[in-house]
């Protein structure tokens, strides 16, 4: 009973962070179990030329910055693209969605046909709670699944964050946010 009565506190306190209200919020996202990264949100220190609210992605370091004002920033732990998948590059956030549909793309398919061909948005999809597009590229930062791959480098291309950090950075970033991808 404590143990449920915890849950409930803790989502209720995560989706209050991501200024998600009970009105708005939908069944899936009551479902939703904050995972603790191997990586804590915090903040840091940090000297940039950018403005506040630009995105940058250190793949080396697996982490994930939100410029913030007084050069300080958000720092999150993230999965990275896999050895051959990596990408480094500057583009825009050009659309959010919260449980997204997967549709994995015609390359992906063609190296794994036994993905299904499209996925509803929910616990088990692959994109987690949130997703936010990355213009001009076939890469999300989102969700994940598989909280065990923050901090690696295992995917296609895409920047994973756990649900928790994911609904936090999706209600901070705006579209048209800048995001720098570095390795």
């Not at 000297?47 to 080396?60: D, F, M």
């Not at 692959?126 to 936010?132: C, I, K, S, Y």
């Amino acid at each position: 009973m404590l143990r449920s009565l915890f849950r409930v506190a803790a989502m209720a306190a995560l989706m209050a962070m991501a200024g998600v209200g009970s009105a708005s919020a939908n069944y899936l996202d009551s479902q939703l179990q904050p995972v603790a990264s191997p990586i804590p949100r915090e903040i840091v220190s940090f000297n940039t030329g950018e403005a506040p609210g630009t995105i940058i992605v250190r793949t080396g370091e697996r982490r994930l910055y939100l410029v913030l004002p007084d050069h300080q920033a958000l720092r999150y732990g993230v999965g990275v693209g896999r050895p051959g998948f990596s990408w480094q590059g500057a583009t825009r956030i050009v659309n959010k969605r919260e449980w997204p549909d997967w549709t994995p793309p015609a390359q992906m398919l063609k190296r794994r046909p036994d993905l299904p061909r499209h996925m509803a948005g929910g616990l088990d999809n692959p994109l987690g709670a949130r997703a936010m597009y990355l213009g001009g590229t076939l890469y999300r930062i989102h969700g994940s699944n598989e909280p065990d791959t923050i901090g690696q480098a295992v995917s296609s291309g895409c920047i994973r964050m756990t649900n928790d950090d994911v609904v936090d950075l999706y209600s901070r970033a705006r579209v048209g946010s800048r995001v720098i991808v570095t390795r």
